[in-house]
């Protein structure tokens, strides 16, 4: 009995693990592309001020 029950709260755990480490990924992929499309945008101003 206890065998059984223990193997589905591993899963549980062991999927909702993974689904917060893909939220934080997600995330952090969001993250990383606004912050990219933010130094494009202020990098290309200072490329026009420098000429």
Known sequence: MTKLFHIP?????????LISYLIVWHFQV???KHFLSFL???G???????E
Do not use: G, V
């Open 44 to 50: 290309q101003p200072k490329k026009y001020h420098t």
């Open 9 to 17: 709260l591993k899963t549980r755990k062991n999927r909702h693990l």
């Open 30 to 32: 969001l993250i990383l």
């Open 40 to 42: 494009k945008l202020s």
